[in-house]
């Protein structure tokens, strides 16, 4: 008989997804599921906590039953001896930090009830540190060390990657996160939510160069990001410097906003692309992750193609498939295995972080 495979369990409640996934051995997706919370937040620009907070009340325990029907798993152990893997849970991964404590803290008690109700160990995961595991859920043997970009909503970061366990922040976002840059500023062009997908599909008729905003850098060898500026920027350029001026964007023509549009996406990867670099550099890395909501910009992903690209030998770019960038539970369960074998355990006292 063939090896048992270790079937993690992964739940994901850190914003505004209800998510849950089997993953078999950290690599092979029995099932994942989604419950988006896009259309409730739409009409207001933005994720609001309590609405996100009670979608995922009235979510969790259809998303959990429906990704444990899918991968044809249960809590105990029911094999027939023909199958590859015991059709089994063995333990429980869950994000309990960072992102909404009224949103995680769902997740949270979900999983610890379940804990206790299957006797099966209970896993605690950092949401950024399992959008590094979803670069690499592919990758048998990625070839280290490695920079890992994670550029999301509420985070902008770059990390020291070494192995699953032990990713090492180099630098972080010291105000808005690229993703919430794009949300921004799609609400001052008045394109619809969410941000990203807006910008960039606008961008596509636009000119880059039409518009030179503002990069910032924070000094030659500074790691952090900051976004706030750019963002101002914008909303200047549409309402004047004083802000008591006409509203532009009214007034503008489709192919002026698509302008501002790819040149605000212009500015924004060129910093994420310089700032990797920087952190190439700095330890030498041979692999370049980039995972996260924005990792899906086609714009993003081609600029960082180019730069792994222009190393002699080039560098090895290892891109989160889009289905896995925004926020999802396979890349929870997948970290949740190597924890699992590490035999990092969490006791029934974790409580929900909203920083981490």
């Given at each position: 008989?063939?090896?048992k495979?270790?079937n993690?369990l992964?739940?994901?409640?850190?914003?505004?997804?209800?998510?849950?996934?089997?993953?078999a051995d950290?690599?092979?997706?029995?099932s994942?599921?989604?419950?988006?919370?896009?259309?409730?937040?739409?009409?207001?620009?933005g994720?609001v906590?309590?609405?996100?907070?009670?979608?995922?009340?009235?979510?969790?325990?259809?998303?959990?039953a429906?990704s444990?029907?899918q991968?044809?798993?249960?809590?105990?152990?029911?094999?027939s001896?023909q199958?590859?893997?015991?059709?089994d849970?063995d333990a429980?991964?869950v994000?309990?930090q960072p992102?909404?404590t009224?949103?995680?803290v769902?997740?949270?008690?979900a999983a610890?009830?379940?804990?206790?109700?299957?006797?099966?160990?209970?896993?605690?995961i950092?949401?950024?540190?399992?959008?590094?595991?979803s670069?690499?859920l592919?990758?048998?043997?990625p070839?280290l060390?490695?920079?890992a970009?994670?550029?999301?909503?509420g985070?902008?970061?770059?990390?020291d990657?070494?192995?699953?366990?032990?990713?090492?922040?180099?630098?972080?976002?010291?105000?808005?996160?690229?993703?919430?840059?794009?949300?921004k500023?799609?609400?001052?062009?008045?394109?619809?939510?969410?941000?990203?997908?807006?910008?960039e599909?606008?961008?596509?008729?636009g000119?880059?160069?039409?518009?030179?905003?503002p990069?910032?850098m924070l000094?030659?060898?500074?790691?952090?990001?900051?976004?706030?500026?750019?963002?101002?920027?914008v909303?200047?350029y549409?309402h004047?410097?004083?802000?008591?001026g006409?509203n532009?964007?009214d007034?503008?023509?489709?192919?002026?906003?698509?302008?501002i549009?790819?040149?605000?996406?212009?500015?924004?990867?060129?910093?994420?692309?310089k700032k990797?670099?920087r952190?190439i550099?700095?330890?030498?890395?041979?692999?370049?992750?980039?995972g996260?909501g924005?990792?899906?910009?086609?714009q993003l992903?081609?600029?960082?193609?180019?730069?792994?690209e222009?190393?002699k030998?080039?560098k090895?770019?290892?891109i989160?498939?889009?289905?896995?960038?925004?926020?999802?539970?396979?890349?929870v369960a997948s970290?949740?295995?190597?924890?699992?074998?590490?035999?990092l355990?969490?006791?029934?006292?974790i409580?929900?972080?909203?920083?981490?």
């Open positions: 008989m063939q090896k495979c270790v993690i992964g739940i994901e409640t850190s914003c505004d997804e209800t998510a849950a996934a089997v993953v950290g690599r092979i997706v029995k994942s599921v989604i419950a988006s919370q896009t259309k409730l937040h739409e009409k207001y620009g994720v906590p309590e609405i996100a907070s009670r979608a995922h009340i009235e979510n969790i325990y259809q998303v959990i429906e444990m029907e991968a044809g798993v249960s809590p105990s152990a029911v094999s001896g199958s590859n893997c015991k059709d849970i429980i991964a994000v309990n992102g909404l009224i949103a995680l769902v997740g949270v008690t610890k009830t379940l804990s206790f109700a299957w006797d099966k160990p209970l896993i605690a950092n949401h950024l540190h399992a959008h590094l595991q670069a690499i592919n990758e048998e043997n070839v060390p490695a920079i970009l994670i550029v999301s909503g985070h902008t970061c770059l990390y990657y070494h192995s699953p366990l032990e990713p090492r922040i180099l630098g972080s976002t010291i105000d808005d996160a690229a993703g919430e840059a794009f949300d500023v799609a609400a001052i062009l008045k394109l619809p939510y969410p941000g990203g997908p807006s910008i599909k606008t961008a596509e008729k000119n880059p160069d039409a518009i030179k905003f990069r910032s000094g030659p060898e500074s790691l952090d990001f900051s976004f706030s500026g750019i963002k101002t920027a909303l200047y549409c004047g410097q004083d802000m008591k006409e532009k964007v007034s503008m023509s489709q192919q002026e906003i698509a302008d549009a790819a040149s605000f996406q212009a500015a924004m990867v060129d910093v994420l692309v990797t670099k952190a550099k700095k330890i030498d890395a041979k692999t370049v992750l980039l996260g924005v990792a899906a910009n086609n992903r081609t600029a960082l193609q180019k730069l792994c222009s190393y030998p080039a090895k770019l290892l989160a498939p889009k289905q896995y960038c925004t926020d999802n539970a396979v890349m970290l949740g295995y190597y924890k699992f074998e590490a035999k355990f969490a006791d029934l006292t409580e929900p972080k909203a920083t981490g």
